[in-house]
C-alpha cells in the first residue's frame, strides 16, 4: 500500500497548490488533462476532486472544481434555478433521498437509501479486490452493485443480498444458484459505449481463475455478440425474463440496453414483458475498452433519452409502474440530480467508483497486464495494491459526499424528496457563459 500512501499525499492543499502552479496552458485544472485520453468530461480537476472525496467523505475546500467537465455540452452546461433563501427547505426538515426498485403491484418491494447503485463490472474486467470493495461499499448503504457478466465469484457470497447478478449475450457465469441467490437479476441487452459491438476480454486478462468463473479456455480471448440471438421480440424478451423468474420468483428484473434513436420504444416493450427496472445507458459510458469512435458517434447521449424515455412512458400511463436508472456517463451528485430532473428515478454509478480507488483515465484497460494502479486487472501481483478494505471505505466515502450534495441541491430548491425531483426540468437552466 506504499504507493497509495504516496499517492494521498498528493492531494493535500500545499501540493494541489504546486503542480496547479506549473500549468499555465490550463490554470483552471490540478494536473492538465489526462495524458491518455485528453478528457473534457473527466478533467483532472474533476478526476482530483473525486479522489479527495473518497479520502475525506466531504467536497473539496481548495478550489478544485467538483460537479463539472469542461465539455461544452451535457451535463457540463446545465445548472440549477436555486431558489431564493427564504424558499429553502428549512434545516431542521429531513430530506429523504430514497427510491424504490419495484413500482409494480407484485413482486418483492426493495428500497435502496440513496438513489444510485454501482454498474455492472465483471472479473476479468476488473479485479476481484474491486468487486469486493464495491460489494462492502453497497452493504454498507444498503445498496447494491452488479457483477457484470464475468460471473459470481464466491467471495461475493457474503454480500449476496446487495449483488446484482448480471446475465448478457455471451453468458459467461450464468448459472442457476447465482440467479436464485440473487434479489436482483439484470439482462445486459447492449452497453451504451459500444453498441452494436459487443464484448471483448483480452486473452492477457483471462487467466486460469477467469476462464474457469466463464466457463471458456485461459489465455483465450473471449467475445459476447452484441444481440441475444435468442431474443428479437417483446415475446421472446418477455421468455427470458420468465425464465429467470422461474428460478428465482423473487427476483426483481433488471434490463440494461444502450441509447438508439427508439429508446423510448425499447423502454415501453421492456415494461410490458415484464421488467421491473429499464437501465439506458449512453454512450460516455466509462469504459476503457470501448473505442472512442463507437463512444462518441453511436448511442444518443444520456442527457437526450433520459428525457426522451421518461416523456414516452408517461405518455403511455405507465411511467410509475417501472423504475427508470440512468448510466453512461454519470459522474457527480450534480450529474445524479439533473438526471433525476430529466426523469430518471435514479443513476448508476461506474467509473466514479473506480476514479474513487485510483483510476486516473489513463486507458491502459485493456492492454498488456491491465490497470497498473491494480484496478482494471487480472495480474496476481498487479490486484494487491488495492484491498476490500481500502477500497469499500473510499467508495462509501464517495457516496457520503454524493448523498450530502444531493441533500443540498434538493434544500435549495425547496424540495423534501429526491422522488419530488424526477422529471422536474423546469429546475434546469443553461450555465452562464456555456458557450465559451
Known sequence: ??????????????????????????PTLAFGLPPAMKDKRWTADLILATWIQAQTGHIPDNGLEYR????????????????SKKDWTPEHVKIDTSIPLNCR??????????????????????SEHIMLSRAGAAKEWKTFTSTGEGGYPESLIPYKDFI???IATGMFGVREETIGRSP???????????????????GNKTTVAVAKMRESMPWVSLFSPFPFHSVYSVEDHKKHIDWVKTINPKALISVKVSTPTDVDMVAVGSYYAGAHIINIDG??????????ISKKNIAMPIELAIGKVHQFLTSEDIRDEIVVMASGGIRTAYDIAKAIALGADGCVLGTSELVAVGCTRCGNCERGRGCPFGITTTDPELTQ????????????????????????????????????????????????????
Open 68 to 83: 463539472i467537465g469542461i465539455s461544452g455540452g451535457g451535463f457540463d452546461i446545465l445548472d440549477f434555478k436555486y431558489l
Open 164 to 166: 446484482i447478478t448480471q
Open 1 to 26: 500500500m506504499k504507493k497509495n500512501k504516496k499517492i494521498e499525499k498528493l492531494i493535500t492543499e500545499k501540493h494541489t497548490k504546486e503542480l496547479r502552479h506549473g500549468f499555465n496552458a490550463w
Open 105 to 126: 403491484s407484485y413482486d418483492k418491494k426493495i428500497q435502496i437509501p440513496i438513489p444510485w447503485y454501482g454498474a455492472g463490472m465483471s472479473f476479468g474486467s476488473v
Open 385 to 436: 495494491l488495492i484491498t476490500p478494505e481500502w477500497g469499500a471505505k473510499r467508495i462509501s466515502n464517495i457516496y457520503k459526499s454524493f448523498q450530502n450534495q444531493l441533500i443540498d441541491i434538493l434544500r435549495h430548491l425547496g424540495l423534501k424528496s429526491v422522488r419530488e425531483l424526477r422529471g422536474r426540468d423546469d429546475l434546469l437552466i443553461y450555465r452562464k457563459n456555456h458557450h465559451e
Open 283 to 292: 454512450g460516455y459510458g466509462g469504459t476503457g475498452a470501448a473505442p472512442d
Open 184 to 202: 436482483i437479476v439484470e439482462f445486459k441487452y447492449a452497453q451504451g459505449a459500444k453498441p452494436g459491438l459487443g464484448g471483448h476480454l483480452l
